[in-house]
C-alpha cells in the first residue's frame, strides 16, 4: 500500500524558515516524479514544486522560486521541501504527492494528509 | 503560466442528476489534463488523467472528454457520496497549474 506521511509543519514567523519531509512507503520511490502542493485556508490548490525520480531535474512555481529548495533521498523514500523568507501568504496545508510518471511532474496518483504551514507574528 | 478556468465554481443537483463541470485553457494544452476530487478534510484524489482515461478503481459514473483548450468532466448520475470539491489540471508546461475548482452539493 502506498504511503506518504508529511512532517515538519507549524507555526513561524514572517521572514522564518522551515523544512518538511514526506516519508514514502509501498512503491519504488525513485522511479516516480514527487511534487508539493499547497492549499490555502478555504482556497484552491497550487503546486509549488516537483522534482524528478533521480533528483536530477527540479521545478518550482514563480510564487516560491528562489525562496523554497526541494530535493529526496532516495535512500532513505523520503521528499524534503526547505522553505526559506517565509511570508504571510504563504500559509497553507503542503501536501506531498507522488506522480505517474519518472521524469517531470504531470498527473499525481497519491497524496499525504497533508501538513500546515503558518506564517504569522 | 497556463490558466485554468472552470465552470461553474458551484453547482447544486438531485441524486441521480447527470452533472458537468468545463474547464478551459488558456492556450492548446491538447489531452494533458487531469481531473481530481477533493472531499471536505481529505487530501485529492486522481480521478480521470489524460484527458478521458479513468484512474483505477474509480466508478465508471465519472467521465472526461475533451482536448485543446476545452474540457468536460461528468457525472452520470450524481451519488450522495460524490460530493466534494472537483479540480482541473494541466501538465502541458510547468508550472503545472489547476483550475478554481467546482464545488458539488446535494439539491
Known amino acids: 500500500e502506498v504511503q506518504l506521511v508529511e512532517s515538519g509543519g507549524g507555526s513561524v514567523q514572517p521572514g522564518g524558515t522551515l523544512r518538511l519531509s514526506c516519508a514514502a512507503s509501498?512503491?519504488?520511490?525513485?522511479?516516480?516524479?514527487m511534487s508539493w502542493v499547497r492549499q490555502a485556508p478555504g482556497k484552491g490548490l497550487e503546486w509549488v514544486s516537483g522534482?524528478?525520480?533521480?533528483?536530477?531535474?527540479?521545478y518550482y512555481a514563480d510564487s516560491v522560486k528562489g525562496r523554497f529548495s526541494i530535493s529526496r533521498e532516495n535512500s532513505k523514500n523520503t521528499l524534503y521541501l526547505q522553505m526559506n523568507s517565509l511570508r504571510a501568504d504563504d500559509t497553507a496545508v503542503y501536501y506531498c504527492?507522488?506522480?505517474?510518471?519518472?521524469?517531470?511532474?504531470?498527473?499525481?496518483?497519491?497524496w499525504g494528509q497533508g501538513t500546515l504551514v503558518t506564517v504569522s507574528s | 503560466d497556463i490558466q485554468m478556468t472552470q465552470s461553474p465554481s458551484s453547482l447544486s443537483a438531485s441524486v441521480g442528476d447527470r452533472v458537468t463541470i468545463t474547464c478551459q485553457a488558456s492556450?492548446?494544452?491538447?489531452?494533458?489534463l487531469n481531473w481530481y476530487q477533493q472531499k471536505p478534510g481529505k487530501a485529492p484524489k486522481l480521478l480521470i488523467y489524460?484527458?478521458?482515461n479513468l484512474e483505477t478503481g474509480v466508478p465508471s459514473r465519472f467521465s472526461g472528454s475533451g482536448s485543446g483548450t476545452d474540457f468536460t468532466f461528468t457525472i452520470s448520475s450524481l451519488q450522495p457520496e460524490d460530493i466534494a470539491t472537483y479540480y482541473c489540471?494541466?501538465?502541458?508546461?510547468?508550472?503545472?497549474?489547476f483550475g478554481g475548482g467546482t464545488k458539488v452539493e446535494i439539491k
Open positions: 504527492a507522488k506522480d505517474i510518471i519518472l521524469l517531470v511532474p504531470s498527473a499525481m496518483d497519491y
Open positions: 509501498g512503491f519504488t520511490f525513485s522511479s516516480y516524479a
Open positions: 522534482i524528478s525520480g533521480s533528483a536530477g531535474s527540479t
Open positions: 492556450q492548446d494544452i491538447s489531452n494533458f
Open positions: 489524460d484527458a478521458s
Open positions: 489540471q494541466q501538465y502541458d508546461n510547468l508550472p503545472l497549474t
